[in-house]
């Protein structure tokens, strides 16, 4: 089972050039049917971990290389994100013009290889390895329409991913000096009596993933990126992309590797309040769709980050919850900008208005997805953050909770603001004769909704189910 979740969606992009001859429209097939399977086997692992409390492993020599993964609690609700958000992916792709279908879905398969193996490893070399495979994929994604400002935003990132890729191998090759291995568990032995040049190591590692999740001040691609790349890959980027290669490696390294400090605490806790609360209020000053739920991107982690650094299972739980909530109601909501781009042709929110009534679903939709994301509720944004908060008071943090709850606030007023220009109001000239896009582009932003409001009506059940997955839990 570990070692599937590489390798089927490996051979599903392989396959892709001879779908590309054979049968083009297969290839949408076949990656849809490669993320359900995803899908159906990461909740079987979060089933066995919630009734065993076991991990699996694989460590074993493949291609003359040792490779290290394991599935447990914290990478089975990973892997069940990925999947889910590649399968709206790809189901909304199917309803838009892309050209050259099957190497677009190859890409989208690659990268989630890269993502699925970077979950499992538990070597620091494999997630070099897979972390390199998810920025090479999405840098082509990102460029993929070969337009002017694709090209311009793909640019910025693959140089910032470059200038991120040599700080991680600077932090690599320092642990490694300092250890003389590659292995979570060896590491981890190895520092505990080299602390000061672990952290040296760990610095390095800390800025090159804080600059692949794109946290303020390392922020200088994302908004360009998320903006210039196609509705589908920015669907993509937003929902899983940045937060595997940066927020989740960063947690799972922590928790493998180094533990908490004071130190790492304040810094990431810093770190995580200025995105949180900066982004949003960069986010109210934006008139294109997408840049702005680039910046709200941006501000959500930090909320994820903060929960993460109190150290403590309660925050633990928060972070996890809420990086499920951020993939559910963020891939929403671009799902929603991609039905209005596509059925108006206009991005900015001052040229649209209206639409409510020619757009009903998405309309009720992107209100569910505002209202998630600025934890209002009952809906599983609000759960998540009251978590986050409640951990950051209970461990001290009484300012970063205060912080907390007025950022949401403010997101709250710029997502309001959204929805009103967007669909509220007149219908501006132009528009019409707008309708409804296809079941194929809203179907993927109701399973979103709905699993929105899912998540806040049966918030007892999920808090049990992460309370259940022992690896979750920072003892």
Do not use: C
Not at 32 to 42: K, P
Not at 150 to 162: D, M, N
Not at 341 to 370: C, F, H, N, Q, W
């Amino acid at each position: 089972m570990v070692l599937a979740f590489i390798f089927v969606p490996l051979l599903g992009a392989a396959i892709m050039p001879i779908m590309r001859k054979f049968w083009v429209k297969g290839s949408t097939l076949v990656t849809i049917a490669v993320t359900i399977f995803m899908l159906v086997g990461s909740f079987l692992n979060i089933h066995r971990e919630v009734v065993s409390k076991s991990s699996i492993s694989f460590n074993q020599s493949l291609l003359g290389e040792k490779l290290m993964l394991s599935i447990d609690g914290l990478s089975a609700v990973v892997l069940m994100v990925i999947a889910l958000v590649t399968l709206a992916t790809i189901v909304f792709s199917a309803g838009v013009p892309i050209g050259r279908r099957s190497g677009f879905n190859a890409l989208v398969l690659l990268a989630v290889t890269g993502m699925n193996g970077l979950t499992m490893a538990t070597d620091i070399f494999s997630i070099y390895v897979f972390i390199e495979i998810v920025s090479i994929s999405s840098f082509i994604l990102i460029v993929y329409n070969m337009d002017d400002v694709g090209t311009e935003s793909s640019f910025k990132y693959i140089v910032l991913s470059a200038v991120a890729t040599v700080f991680l191998l600077v932090g690599i090759a320092t642990l490694f000096a300092i250890t003389g291995d590659v292995s979570f568990r060896g590491m981890a032995a190895g520092l505990r009596s080299n602390a000061p040049l672990a952290q040296f190591g760990l610095g390095f590692i800390l800025f090159a993933l804080a600059l692949k999740a794109g946290l303020m001040p390392f922020h200088g691609w994302l908004p360009d990126a998320y903006t210039g790349a196609p509705v589908s890959v920015s669907i993509l980027l937003a929902g899983v992309v940045t937060k595997v290669t940066g927020v989740y490696t960063l947690m799972r390294i922590i928790i493998a590797v180094f533990g908490f400090s004071d130190s790492f605490s304040s810094l990431v806790m810093i770190l995580g309040s200025i995105s949180m609360t900066l982004a949003a209020f960069m986010a109210m000053g934006q008139q294109d769709f997408k840049r702005m739920l680039a910046f709200s991107s941006i501000s959500q982690v930090g909320y994820i980050l903060m929960s993460f650094a109190t150290g403590t299972s309660i925050g633990l739980i928060g972070a996890v919850f809420h990086f499920f909530n951020h993939a559910v109601f963020k891939s929403l909501l671009f799902l929603n900008a991609g039905a209005v781009e596509t059925a108006t042709g206009v991005r900015k929110l001052d040229d649209l208005g209206g639409l409510a009534a020619k757009m009903p679903v998405t309309g009720i939709t992107s209100i569910i997805g505002s209202l998630s994301a600025a934890g209002v509720p009952p809906l599983a944004g609000f759960w998540s953050k009251l978590l986050i908060i409640i951990a950051l008071w209970s461990s001290g943090y009484r300012f970063y909770a205060f912080l907390a709850i007025f950022t949401s606030v403010v997101t709250l007023a710029y997502l309001l603001y959204m929805q009103r220009q967007v669909f509220f109001g007149k219908v501006r000239q132009g528009l019409e004769g707008v309708k409804e896009v296809s079941p194929l582009l809203y179907g993927p932003a109701v399973l979103m909704a709905l699993l929105a409001v899912a998540g806040g009506l049966f918030y007892p059940m999920v808090i049990r189910t992460l309370n259940a997955l022992s690896s979750l839990l920072i003892k």
